[in-house]
DNA sequence: CTATCAAAGACTTCACATGCCTATAATAGC
DNA sequence: GCTATTATAGGCATGTGAAGTCTTTGATAG
């Protein structure tokens, strides 16, 4: 029961965005040596991101990966499910129906975590850290 | 990121037992029908449980599994960390402090996760639920 | 046209969960 | 003491998914 490390690196790498200029897309290149892994697994990742809408990939010379508009409203959770999906923790084989006092205990204790992640946005979190790219 | 079956095989005997008479074990081949398991798993699953020192055994003829007196005070997020560990959700490799601003909020959300959990008493399930053995 | 860059897919490697089988030790009942 | 029953321990097999590499294709700025 471990976040994937395709999550961490997913993380990390908003962050960093969060922090370069806006119009100067940044290269799976550099950032993959900024996060110490390999530029081809890390792409994968950010191909994820894309396709979520979070940010957005140029083709070509000068191309890159930059922050869309709007980025400021994305939550962790946002990142956590693009990445690791959006099933339950806890999937009983037999679901014996919504009353079932197991499930109700464990999926609520994950809804108050992802309530908490639903509430921190990259915006606040680009304010408490200072990040030089 | 998802809890492993051995975690639920280990909620679902937990409120088995507690619907057991407390003098007369039970033999992990009942628990493992119960459950649709194989008995040869469970028995692994039960034998960390009994060195959590949630249930006792007792080897031999009549011998089985009970809960140990002091089970009401058991929670749920006992019974998930003797199965799953104790290890934080999110470890990333370079721990730069604990300033740093993502693992406040990640390792924030899940204790937030954890207390709804800790809070659960399995005495409180045995409660809501009617369990026929 | 060419150098640069993302996208996509196949592939390998590794760790771990799940599950089975066997041998050993302990205990109740005879 | 003997036997049946039961837990404990260990190793083995299998499957699944994460982590990472390689190669090909396609797009684009200069
Ligand atoms: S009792 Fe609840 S947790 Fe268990 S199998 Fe039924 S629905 Fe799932
Ligand atoms: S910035 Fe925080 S989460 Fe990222 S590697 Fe450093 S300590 Fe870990």
Redesign the interface.
């Given at each position: 029961?471990?976040?994937?490390k395709a999550t961490?690196y997913a993380?990390?790498t908003m962050?960093f965005l969060t922090a370069a200029t806006p119009n100067q897309p940044i290269g799976v290149q550099k950032l993959a040596e900024r996060l110490?892994v390999s530029a081809t697994y890390l792409s994968k990742i950010l191909t994820k991101l894309v396709k979520a809408g979070m940010i957005e990939s140029a083709s070509g010379a000068r191309g890159g990966y930059r922050l869309k508009r709007n980025w400021e409203n994305i939550s962790?959770l946002d990142i956590i499910h693009t990445i690791?999906?959006k099933?339950?923790?806890?999937?009983?084989?037999l679901d014996h129906g919504s009353e079932c006092?197991?499930q109700q205990?464990?999926l609520?204790?994950?809804e108050?975590?992802?309530?908490?992640?639903r509430n921190?946005t990259l915006a606040e979190?680009a304010k408490?850290?200072e990040v030089d790219v």
């Amino acid at each position: 029961m471990k976040y994937s490390k395709a999550t961490d690196y997913a993380l990390h790498t908003m962050l960093f965005l969060t922090a370069a200029t806006p119009n100067q897309p940044i290269g799976v290149q550099k950032l993959a040596e900024r996060l110490g892994v390999s530029a081809t697994y890390l792409s994968k990742i950010l191909t994820k991101l894309v396709k979520a809408g979070m940010i957005e990939s140029a083709s070509g010379a000068r191309g890159g990966y930059r922050l869309k508009r709007n980025w400021e409203n994305i939550s962790f959770l946002d990142i956590i499910h693009t990445i690791e999906g959006k099933a339950s923790l806890f999937d009983c084989s037999l679901d014996h129906g919504s009353e079932c006092a197991i499930q109700q205990v464990v999926l609520l204790a994950e809804e108050k975590m992802e309530d908490h992640l639903r509430n921190q946005t990259l915006a606040e979190l680009a304010k408490k850290v200072e990040v030089d790219v």
